[in-house]
């Protein structure tokens, strides 16, 4: 629609023009012409100033919106799913679908629980994840190893409603190599078990 009224108001200015020339009934003088030349060229003039002020907002917008990604990954031989805002401004009514849907190693489906319900507000920076199960485990049987992520959000601010496609192909992930490195939590591990080694004797 905006196109059409972009061309068709050139058209009917020289239309107009181009009749009143023909027919003779008005006395056209040279500021006539440079007139009508330079309605012209204001009428461009406008409508660049207008589609550059668009863009402009427009990748203001961008750049502030809330942008909602998940991915798989794996952290010491465990699968895991996460999902992030990665944008500047908050989002709201968060709703993620696994197509085909993940069974955790405790049986239970994603899309039936962790994502079963929208989370109500997703602030910059947030991220939400979960294990799914040794890598061994999980691509044991899977013979299929592709996945798609919808993500569905609104934005806070503008309501404006989105919608992520995500494809992904987990080949990659189950042929990564792991160098295993020691944490606090091993640390503490060693530590609990070489205590109680010293209290039995």
């Known amino acids: 629609m905006k196109k059409f009224f972009r061309i068709i108001i050139p058209i009917i200015l020289i239309?107009?023009?181009?009749?009143?020339?023909?027919?003779?009934?008005?006395?056209?003088?040279?500021?006539?012409?440079?007139?009508?030349?330079m309605m012209f060229l204001t009428y461009f003039y406008v409508i660049f100033t207008w589609e550059m002020l668009q863009r402009i907002e427009t990748q203001n917008y961008l750049e502030k919106r809330p942008y909602i990604i998940a991915d798989f990954h794996k952290e010491r031989q465990v699968l895991k799913i996460y999902i992030k805002n990665i944008g500047k401004t908050p989002a709201k009514n968060v709703k993620v679908e696994l197509q085909p849907d993940v069974i955790t190693f405790d049986n239970k489906s994603l899309n039936q629980t962790l994502f079963e319900k929208p989370i109500q507000?997703?602030?910059?920076?947030?991220?939400?994840?979960?294990?799914?199960?040794?890598?061994?485990e999980f691509f044991k049987n899977k013979e299929n190893r592709i996945?798609?992520?919808?993500?569905?959000?609104?934005?806070?601010?503008?309501?404006?409603?989105?919608?992520?496609?995500?494809?992904i192909d987990l080949d990659h992930l189950e042929n990564e190599n792991d160098i295993i490195t020691k944490t606090t939590h091993d640390l503490v591990k060693s530590i609990d078990k070489l205590t109680e080694v010293i209290k039995k004797k």
Do not use: C, M
């Not at 507000?121 to 061994?136: D, H, L, Q, W, Y």
């Open 147 to 167: 996945y798609q992520i919808k993500i569905y959000y609104e934005d806070v601010a503008s309501n404006k409603v989105f919608r992520e496609l995500i494809d």
């Open 15 to 37: 239309t107009v023009f181009a009749v009143l020339h023909i027919v003779d009934k008005v006395n056209w003088k040279a500021t006539d012409y440079l007139s009508f030349g």
């Open 121 to 136: 507000f997703f602030p910059p920076g947030k991220k939400v994840e979960t294990a799914i199960n040794s890598r061994n």
